[in-house]
């Protein structure tokens, strides 16, 4: 998997300092690999199965909950985010794109596994499972950097609804 650019990273920023909840809590992450994008076809969509990216980041004081641990609001936020990006990195006019970009949430099921103590390096490992023009499953693990431990799994199910087309 290949390193992310200098404008992905900025453009993650972007992205995650515009979500409006929580953006100090993106200072702890970026974008550690990076599938390559998947060329549009002839409707300007993308086959995205399978496609990955990778976040790294570390534990801060501001994801923990009073036992110095990885909070679990913290978690849902990370896997929120992250599987969100993976989307708004993959869109085009016509395929997850505006207005919508990384859609709407319908369902997000986590599991809780371990706890992640403040200051842990974690990786954030994304794939779109399963993606058509309006639906995405993904799934999301957060990982210990060092050992593989995982802290943390979920799947996210968005719906992407193009915007009401107005009627003369």
Same mark, same amino acid.
């Given at each position: ?64 909950? @009073?036992? $110095? ?8 936020? =990370?896997?929120? !985010?992250?599987?969100? +990006?993976? %989307? ?28 992640? @103590?403040? $200051? ?8 779109? =499972?399963?993606? !058509?023009?309006?639906? +995405?499953? %993904? ?30």
């Amino acid at each position: 998997m290949p390193q992310a650019t200098r404008e992905q990273q900025d453009h993650f920023k972007v992205i995650t300092s515009m979500a409006g909840f929580a953006p100090s809590l993106a200072d702890n992450l970026r974008i550690y690999e990076i599938d390559d994008i998947p060329p549009e076809d002839e409707k300007g969509w993308r086959m995205v199965d399978g496609w990955k990216i990778v976040f790294e980041g570390v534990v801060g004081k501001d994801w923990t909950n @009073p036992l $110095g641990n990885m909070h679990g609001a913290a978690y849902a936020w =990370v896997f929120d !985010s992250c599987t969100s +990006a993976a %989307l708004i990195g993959i869109h085009t006019p016509t395929f997850w794109g505006p207005p919508m970009l990384s859609g709407i949430s319908l369902s997000m099921e986590l599991q809780y596994l371990n706890p992640a @103590p403040m $200051g842990t390096r974690v990786l954030i490992e994304v794939e779109i =499972v399963k993606c !058509s023009p309006r639906l +995405a499953n %993904l799934r999301c693990e957060v990982k210990d950097m060092k050992t593989g431990k995982i802290y943390g799994t979920g799947t996210h199910l968005k719906l992407w609804k193009a915007p009401s087309e107005g009627k003369l």
